[in-house]
């Protein structure tokens, strides 16, 4: 079941933000968002997380709409290395397995 | 050096080979998984283990067999690869904390 809905692709110019959104429109009131993002040829990596708040660290900035239907993930100053798969992911804090199940993401492609 | 390694790093085997992938982490974190990722599906979860001893089927689990004897390793063994088993392998672990950390992959190819 997809549970987050991610245009395939984006374009963004180097120095500028990078705004990926995400549509969550099922999210359970358990559910956090994730996102992760891989670098061609390397393993994912994580990038932030979120419940219900805003939540910035030293990668991006994550805001998350009042009803929780959807987000936004900010690369407030994009580089070329930026250039990415970027994954959203919707899932519960702690659950049995805690598998992480990956949607085909965001190619986001950051040009000079 | 503290971190999740995969070996090797390439490998081509014939079909009907068995081959191991090795995973190993220093931090002692409880779960461990196996991803392969493939043009067309992304990433797709093979199996995963919640502590040594304990290991679950992902969502395509046929073909890999996986054992957990020490928490931090979690080798995947293909039994008798085929050539649909041509992928890139991402081994990951997650501790107390709220991220995954995934190694750098292991590009296998069965001819």
């Known amino acids: 079941d997809a549970k987050t809905t991610q245009p395939p692709s984006m374009d963004c110019a180097e120095g500028r933000a990078a705004n990926l959104p995400c549509n969550h429109s099922?999210?359970?009131?358990?559910?956090?968002v994730y996102w992760y993002r891989q670098i061609h040829s390397q393993g994912p990596q994580y990038i932030i997380h979120g419940l219900k708040n805003n939540e910035t660290n030293e990668m991006a900035s994550l805001i998350i709409t009042e009803d929780r239907k959807s987000s936004t993930l900010i690369l407030p100053h994009a580089t070329l290395r930026d250039t990415a798969v970027y994954y959203c992911?919707?899932?519960?804090?702690?659950?049995?397995?805690?598998?992480?199940?990956f949607g085909a993401g965001t190619i986001l492609r950051v040009k000079s | 050096d503290a971190g999740i390694t995969q070996s090797p790093r390439y490998k081509i085997t014939e079909t009907g080979r068995q081959v191991t992938l090795m995973c190993h982490q220093t931090?002692?974190?409880?779960?461990m998984f196996w991803y392969r990722q493939d043009l067309g599906h992304g990433l797709r979860l093979i199996y995963y283990s919640a502590a040594a001893d304990i290991t679950d089927k992902g969502e395509v689990p046929d073909g890999y067999v996986v054992s957990r004897s020490k928490t931090e390793n979690f080798p995947l063994t293909l039994e008798s690869a085929t050539r649909s088993q041509t992928s890139v392998y991402f081994c990951a672990s997650l501790g107390q904390g709220v991220s995954y950390t995934f190694g750098s992959g292991t590009r296998l190819t069965v001819v």
């Open positions: 931090w002692s974190h409880s779960y």
């Open positions: 099922t999210i359970s009131g358990n559910e956090y």
């Open positions: 992911i919707v899932r519960p804090f702690m659950e049995y397995g805690n598998k992480l199940v």
